[in-house]
């Protein structure tokens, strides 16, 4: 373990979150709503896809990390809308 890299820490670190996004969100402790789980989601991605572009590279892993990174971006988007639409309506 001593002579892994900076971005093999990242890419555990990443899958470390995103394993623990989704035992939250099945044990009901978090929403998949919730900017928490997008979160923890699009940060755990992020250090996924850091290991895969500067460690050994994997097609396959980083297209399925670049989807789970950019529909992370979409719900957090999307929750800001949402949010934003229920404080205008009296």
Do not use: C
């Amino acid at each position: 373990m001593s002579n892994m890299f900076w971005h093999d820490w990242a890419g555990l670190i990443g899958v470390a979150l995103v394993l623990v996004a989704f035992f939250l969100l099945q044990a009901h402790k978090l929403s998949g709503q919730g900017y928490a789980y997008q979160v923890m989601n699009l940060v755990g991605a992020f250090g996924i896809l850091l290991s895969l572009v500067f460690g050994m590279f994997n097609l396959s892993a980083f297209l399925q990390e670049m989807a789970w990174f950019l529909i992370s971006v979409y719900g957090i988007a999307r929750g800001v809308k949402t949010r934003r639409a229920a404080q205008i309506v009296p």
